[in-house]
């Protein structure tokens, strides 16, 4: 009798990097049950969306990648359609009830829930792969993952949802209060994604500082905090980058910027989302800190961590907003220069606190005052690259590069994580006899050492150092 082919899912990922790992945990948990993968949604048994409901513009993202792929299924491409992640937690209702053309509605991604869905489903068809374990006799292991990144960088996320009180946004209605994993869960999970072959790790999660504080199970002097887990990092996983991100202000210690400070592995980098700089509009945020107590605390991390690149975000347009708060959120900017910055209108979102503030701003004049933050980052960009020409740099190699003479290679420092940072392009010193010819055959992962020699606003240039790679 000839045997069926393999059950195939296909899986489209939108939003952020927590949302990636917990679509990369679903398909590892679907590998390690038997079944099969595909880049390609028409190939597929079953396609599942993780999709964002983060703000508006993701949500019709989120909604337009749904109806391309319902319109794939009505043409012969995916037997089945599932939604999950934050768009189907928050609006599961209005989905349901807009979108027949969904089979199956989920809600955050469980590597289990999603297995057993997916081995109902080929079950159903006489599919099940003979070694299929169902979840609920043996569920797929937490930590497996399916990196889907460039394979020598990863997300390590250690915390679910967010107990913050931000009036602006609506994580906590979609991914609940802050539920931190277990330290040594998380130091598994590095260390088996370093074993293949993961050379940075990025910590994220929707407030990496307040980790451990809900592990109420522990003594409160017993409960690990993130100063403990990057220590743990750094001493126990064997990969050559850690960068941390999403650092609430409110809740940087002393003892994190020592162990950023002191801890191998970790480069010179903070992700450290200030949102604003107007005391007024801090308050009206509820961000639980004040311009004063910023310009503080970056200050100590600067004289701590000579040399570390800060990025920010910072939301322009929040109801309120007067042209005064935008000088003195432009002053401070001048003042702190950041190495890296983002810029976000607001974003009012239905069941949160701004939902209801009145004073909101016009459009045209949120994209004015972007406009305005835009202009003075890029001048503080080009200065801060301007003053690296002539310095050494570690580099991470990202991509090579086709037809863009004299650059071979394109990578990033550590002041850089991938995906919202800059780069720098590299190309090889001319072949000499102290030159290894080796350098001229460089491969994405590779740590290559490069003198900067020219900048622009928002990349470096580079030519690589007659050292082999690490």
């Known amino acids: 009798m000839k045997e069926a082919p393999p059950f195939k899912i296909a899986f489209v990922t939108l939003g952020c990097a927590k949302n990636l790992v917990d679509s990369e945990k679903a398909m590892g948990g679907l590998v390690g ?11 597929a048994d079953v396609v599942v969306v993780n999709t964002c409901g983060f703000i508006e513009s993701a949500r019709e993202e989120s909604i337009d990648e749904i109806l391309k792929l319902a319109e794939l299924k009505k043409n012969g491409g995916p037997r089945t359609l599932v939604v999950g992640g934050c768009l189907a937690v928050r609006y599961r209702e209005e989905l349901e009830s807009e979108l027949p053309e969904v089979d199956r509605f989920l ?3 469980v590597p289990g829930e999603v297995g057993a869905l997916v081995a109902e489903l080929a079950a159903a068809e006489g599919r099940l792969p003979a070694s299929c374990r169902l979840p609920a006799e043996a569920g797929p292991d937490p930590a497996a993952r399916i990196v889907t990144t460039l394979p020598h960088f990863a997300w390590l996320k250690i915390a679910e949802g967010c107990s913050n009180p931000c009036t602006f946004c609506a994580i906590p209605l979609m991914r609940g209060r802050l539920n931190s994993f277990a330290p040594d869960a998380l130091i598994s999970e590095a260390q088996s994604l370093a074993a293949g072959g993961v050379r940075e790790l990025i910590v994220v999660a929707q407030d990496t500082t307040h980790y451990g504080v809900d592990l109420t199970d522990l003594p409160r002097d017993g409960r690990p905090t993130l100063a403990d887990l990057v220590r743990r990092l750094g001493e126990e996983v064997d990969v050559a ?3 941390l991100m999403y650092a609430y202000p409110a809740h940087v210690t002393a003892d994190l910027i020592e162990a950023l400070a002191t801890t191998q592995r970790v480069v010179p980098y903070l992700d450290i989302p200030i949102q604003h700089a107007s005391d007024r509009m801090l308050a009206a945020m509820r961000r639980r800190t004040t311009q004063s107590q910023q310009r ?3 200050r100590g991390i600067r004289a701590r ?3 570390i690149a800060l990025r920010t975000s910072i939301i322009v347009g929040f109801p309120g907003e007067t042209e005064e708060d935008v000088v003195e959120l432009m002053a401070f900017l ?3 220069r950041f190495e890296r910055l983002g810029v976000f209108p607001f974003s009012p979102e239905q069941n949160t606190p701004a939902w209801e503030l009145q004073g909101r701003v016009p459009p045209p004049e949120i994209e004015q005052r972007i406009a305005e933050v ?3 980052q890029q001048r503080i960009a080009a200065e801060h690259n301007e003053a690296l020409v002539g310095d050494r740099v570690e580099v991470l190699v990202e991509e090579v590069l086709e037809n863009l003479d004299p650059f071979r290679y394109l990578g990033r420092t550590p002041w850089d994580a991938p995906e919202v940072d800059q780069g720098i392009y590299l190309e090889p010193a001319p072949i000499s006899d102290g030159y290894p010819r080796r350098l001229q055959d460089l491969k994405p992962g590779d740590l290559v050492q490069a003198e900067i020699v020219g900048s622009t606003d928002y990349d470096l240039e580079g030519v690589l150092l007659p050292e082999p790679p690490r």
Do not use: C, M, N, Y
């Open 33 to 43: 049950a038997g079944f099969a993968l595909t880049d390609e949604p028409a190939e």
């Open 107 to 109: 809600g955050l991604l």
């Open 241 to 243: 980058w850690i960068r």
């Open 296 to 298: 503080e605390l970056l």
């Open 305 to 307: 961590i000579p040399g």
């Open 334 to 336: 001048e003042e702190i």
């Open 374 to 376: 835009v202009g003075l």
